[in-house]
């Protein structure tokens, strides 16, 4: 048993996850009633992340800033240009891909029992009470754009501390990093338990009905961080971009995409970081705020969705309106993290934009949900993956500035 054990923990996270995913499709397919149990090893997986991630946001963010020595470097302003741009590039591919192959919706689902927000304005109100929430209602609410505020003011105000204030901060940390480490070591056994709900709950066939509309959406995210975004590395790092995108996508976008949570998967995204190399003083500021504003699976869900019903009801749509969706899309997505539902939620908004009638829209809605088990599974791992990718990104450019060598380990 302790050489099994020995073999086991030597093998890497991402062959374990696989060997996990592997057991739970099995287990799925050939005896779904008899293994129904193992799902509570995805829900306290998932569970476990959701509960830790608030708090080692808060004392990481906090930390990071109380210990910030003047004058040095954090990069941050190339981060969220990075962010920012990314999430307008993915809206733009969504119009574009969605004008190349037109997609027609069959109407007859609807979300009545959702309430989508009313306008941009509703978005942005939204995202300005959760940055004055209560810290610790933010923090057991998981309101990330809360415990971000909190959290940088704290910061900010303990950078007069004694010394020792700051380390007992930094140790406090230290110690919920370790805990994160001790939860993603169970992460193939909650990937497990989350793809053999997934697949025992809903099965493949009830969304083949939808293949085309999965395909644009999925299609499209794929062009998004297959080729989209290696541009974007490239033109910073100016070295062959893949390795880095892949290694995003392997290590960070495997589990967002079992797990569904661009919170759950703060923790991981902190451990690619460190893997990688990078300051510590940026990242554990940009992944949370990545988690929150960049949001290009989202822009590509409400910019697809939203086409899909324009060509549905044979409206005509112009180039400068594509624009302007591509924009809204991009500015609504960077805004979702307080809506209820996320990017579907949003769909209305942009649906407006072309005079459908919000019923309408809220039937478009409907069809999201149906899809959601993929859609959102892709829509996570595009999101959540990048937000290591770009960090990375303008920290490997600062290095190429500095003649350093860009190294990154398999």
């Known amino acids: 048993m302790k050489k099994l054990m020995k073999s086991w923990n030597e093998l890497s996270l991402v062959k374990r996850i696989i060997i996990g995913l592997a057991i739970g499709i099995i287990l799925a397919v ?10 509570i090893l995805g829900s306290l997986f998932v569970g476990a992340l959701k509960g830790v991630a608030p708090v080692l946001v808060f004392l990481l963010v906090m930390a990071a800033i109380a210990q910030h020595k003047s004058g040095h470097q954090t990069n941050m302003k190339s981060i969220i240009v990075l962010y920012l741009l990314g999430t307008f590039l993915a809206g733009v591919a969504a ?3 969605s004008f190349m192959f037109p997609v027609n919706l069959t109407l007859t689902a609807s979300a009545e029992s959702v309430t989508a927000p009313g306008g941009v304005s ?58 994160v480490k001790w939860i993603i070591n169970f992460a193939p056994l909650g990937i497990m338990g989350l793809v053999f709900d997934t697949i025992a709950t809903n099965g493949i066939e009830s969304l083949l009905g939808y293949g085309q509309l999965l395909a644009v959406l999925i299609g ?55 893997k990688l190399g990078l300051d510590k ?20 869900t409400i910019a697809v969705l939203t086409l899909a019903a324009v060509n549905t009801l044979g409206i005509k749509v112009d180039i400068g309106t594509s624009i302007i969706l591509s924009v809204l899309s991009a ?50 791992a595009l999101n959540s993956s990048t937000d290591v990718l770009f960090t990375a990104t303008a920290e490997f450019a600062k290095w190429r500035k500095q003649g350093k060598e860009i190294v990154i380990n398999k």
């Open 331 to 380: 500015v609504a997505a960077c805004g979702a993290s307080g809506v209820a539902g996320g990017s579907l939620l949003l769909i209305p908004l942009a649906c407006s934009l072309f005079g459908i009638p919000n019923d309408v829209a809220m039937k478009v809605v409907g069809v999201g949900f149906i899809v959601g088990v993929l859609q959102d599974s892709c829509e996570t």
């Open 122 to 179: 509703e978005v942005l109100k939204s995202l300005l009470m959760n940055i004055v929430d209560n810290p610790v209602k933010a923090i057991y609410n998981a309101n990330y754009i809360g415990i971000l505020s909190w959290s940088i003011l704290l910061g900010l105000a303990l950078r007069g501390a004694s010394d020792s204030t700051k380390t007992m901060i930094s140790n406090l940390s230290d110690a919920v990093s370790q805990i």
């Open 95 to 97: 119009v574009v891909v």
């Open 220 to 274: 499209c995210m794929v062009f998004v961080a297959l080729v989209i975004n290696p541009i974007i590395v490239f033109i910073y790092i100016r070295k062959n971009p893949f390795p880095l995108v892949l290694k995003c996508l392997k290590e960070s976008g495997i589990t967002a995409f079992f797990t569904r949570s661009s919170a759950a998967n703060i923790p991981v995204n902190m451990s690619l970081c460190e």
């Open 30 to 39: 050939t005896i779904p009633e008899v293994a129904k149990p193992i799902v």
């Open 281 to 300: 003083n940026t990242y554990s500021v940009s992944i949370p705020l990545g988690a929150t504003i960049n949001m290009a699976g989202a822009a590509v």
